[in-house]
């Protein structure tokens, strides 16, 4: 069955430190996504990205994050200078059409900032 | 942010027995509701949906039901297996963002 694959699994970062988590969508799917769920919490959407562009975001999604698909098969989210508050597992997600369609979701890269 | 909520953080059912999950929701703008079951250090996986114009939706063993003048869903899973021991999540979709609720630990009692 297709999957949807991030890396690294876990990141250990410094306060302040870039970092880019990687997802690679499954290959025919035209929606992606990045969702986090911080320990203990809900999982929350943080934004969408559809035709190279990006469709929606959340309040979350502040000008310290970014999303890029460089060369058509990977999804990267940039955080561009880390807080404690962004530690979370980063789920990356795709799916091939909107509606009752759902989206198959990656296992997460656990992001710990330091 | 309590758009979706799901009241019961655990529930325990018997091996061969009806296991029933709940979800409510608020904003009558969703326009599709999802369930997800969730392993620990796993993703989400995607079981079943239904849009807002239904009431019914059914998959093998799994079965959607909404009522939207209560505003709420459920899922049910009979016979509920060992293997459906899980986190499970429900979601509600308006537009491309999904809003999840917090979860139902589901314990499936051998």
């Known amino acids: 069955e297709p999957e949807v694959t991030q890396t690294p699994s876990h990141q250990v970062t410094q306060m302040g430190q870039e970092v880019i988590l990687r997802c690679v969508p499954i290959s025919n799917h035209l929606y992606f996504y990045w969702y986090r769920q911080i320990l203990g919490q809900k999982v929350e959407f943080l934004v969408s990205f559809y035709n190279n562009e990006i469709s929606e975001k959340s309040e979350i999604f502040d000008d310290q994050f970014s999303v890029e698909r460089p060369d058509g098969s990977n999804f990267t989210l940039k955080i561009r200078s880390t807080k404690l508050e962004d530690s979370a597992m980063y789920f990356c997600?795709?799916?091939?059409?909107?509606?009752?369609?759902?989206?198959?979701f990656g296992s997460g890269t656990r992001l710990t900032v330091v | 942010d309590q758009q979706v909520k799901q009241n019961s953080p655990s529930l325990s059912v018997q091996e061969g027995r009806i296991s029933i999950l709940n979800c409510d929701y608020t904003?009558?703008?969703?326009?599709?509701f999802l369930w997800y079951k969730k392993y620990p250090a796993e993703g989400p996986t995607f079981l079943i949906s239904?849009?807002?114009?239904?009431d019914k939706n059914e998959d093998g063993r799994f079965t959607v039901f909404l009522n939207k003048s209560a505003k709420h869903l459920s899922l049910h899973i009979v016979p509920s297996q060992p293997g459906d021991s899980a986190v499970y999540f429900c979601a509600a979709s308006q537009n491309e963002k999904l809003t999840f609720g917090t979860g139902t630990r589901l314990t499936i009692i051998p």
């Open positions: 239904i849009s807002s114009i239904k």
């Open positions: 904003n009558s703008m969703f326009d599709y």
């Open positions: 997600a795709s799916r091939l059409r909107v509606g009752t369609y759902g989206y198959t």
